[in-house]
């Protein structure tokens, strides 16, 4: 599925190459991850020194990894193995650099993207080069050469002390667990390739999540509240309608089948939830679901591309919300399930971070 560049006032040009020294980079790959295998790891050790390339097995090693990288300064640092992987350790980082923190004040590294994972939404985001070929290779030995063409600065969502790229309770949270199924389930022999990318969430949807709500009630009662700062409402093309929403206001009440908020636009597999997150720094976009399975089925590829726009799907902009539902929903954070959850508060998370966005690249 074809995703198309981002252009935004986040993306601005990185300065030129200081001619003197070659900026370091640290590469951090997750070694439980499927495309990271030795083939990979080999390909890389040719480009990046032994020094700077850090295998990580499980959380304590990607803490270890973390402090190792702040105590050297590395300006940059690479992870590969999928959004989870990154966010992971981008979270790692942010804690150590924190009030708390053992480099308390530090500034965090500049973050890219290696597309070794399998949904891959934050390096469509960065428009990171394919497993194909030297894709990988190339992007880091550009940013060794300090030749990215741009940063990107994304806001992160916050949700009980953690920080990522989205969240959210309903029927993506049940989706989640759904292509989990699909791909235990069929992602095997011939079809292990299809099902385990864009193919499995889309049959996930199709023949699971949208044919058990066919059957189930899908629509739960659910209260939306804003936070201490205005919030906005959106029209169909990411426009703010009316006026500022005041604090502490009622965004919906009413039946949802959804509500989840995100700072960057892919879910994964190019799948664009929330097409306007990136358009107002420092907020969140807020999506609320209150359509039928019928119509989501229907209207399928025009929801992926994010060009789908129908009454019962309600879009807000916001730094804070509480959601809360009459019974408890799947609930998922940065697209792993964590569970079922009756009420939630999302917010922008304080810190941003700047990633390496390799737009414009072929």
Not at 155 to 163: A, E, I, Y
Not at 212 to 224: A, P
Not at 318 to 328: K, L, N, Y
Request: positive net charge; proline residues 6%.
């Amino acid at each position: 599925m074809l995703v198309q560049p981002l252009r935004s006032t986040d993306f601005r040009r990185s300065p030129a190459a200081q001619p003197s020294a070659e900026p370091k980079v640290a590469v951090l790959l997750n070694a439980n991850a499927r495309k990271v295998d030795a083939r990979v790891v080999k390909l890389l050790s040719h480009v990046v020194p032994e020094e700077d390339l850090f295998l990580s097995r499980s959380p304590l090693d990607a803490r270890r990894i973390a402090q190792t990288v702040l105590e050297r300064g590395y300006p940059t640092v690479f992870t590969g193995g999928g959004d989870g992987t990154f966010m992971g350790f981008v979270n790692e980082v942010l804690q150590q650099v924190g009030p708390r923190g053992k480099f308390a004040g530090q500034a965090a590294p500049r973050f890219g993207i290696l597309k070794l994972g399998t949904g891959n939404g934050i390096a469509a985001f960065v428009n990171a080069s394919s497993t194909r070929g030297d894709g990988i290779l190339n992007d880091v030995v550009r940013a060794r050469a300090a030749e990215v063409p741009g940063v990107r600065t994304m806001d992160l969502v916050q949700v009980d002390g953690q920080r990522a790229p989205f969240a959210g309770l309903g029927v993506d949270g049940k989706v989640l667990n759904d292509y989990i199924s699909v791909k235990e389930s069929l992602g095997k022999g011939m079809l292990k390739r299809v099902m385990s990318g864009g193919g499995g969430y889309f049959s996930a949807v199709a023949f699971k999540t949208v044919p058990h709500y066919l059957t189930s009630s899908v629509l739960v009662e659910c209260e939306v509240v804003n936070g201490p700062s205005e919030a906005y409402r959106l029209g169909a093309e990411g426009q703010a309608v009316g006026g500022p929403l005041a604090p502490g206001s009622v965004l919906f009440r009413g039946k949802l089948m959804m509500a989840a908020a995100g700072t960057m636009p892919f879910y994964g597999y190019g799948f664009r939830m929330f097409p306007h997150a990136n358009d107002r720094r420092g907020f969140l976009q807020l999506r609320l679901g209150q359509v039928s399975p019928t119509q989501v089925l229907a209207n399928l590829p025009r929801l992926w591309n994010g060009r789908w726009a129908p009454e019962g799907l309600h879009d807000f902009h916001a730094r804070e919300v509480t959601i809360r539902f009459a019974r408890p929903m799947p609930f998922q954070v940065g697209g792993d399930a964590a569970g079922y959850r009756e009420q939630v508060t999302l917010s922008v998370a304080p810190e941003s971070i700047e990633l390496l966005d390799f737009n414009g690249v072929q």
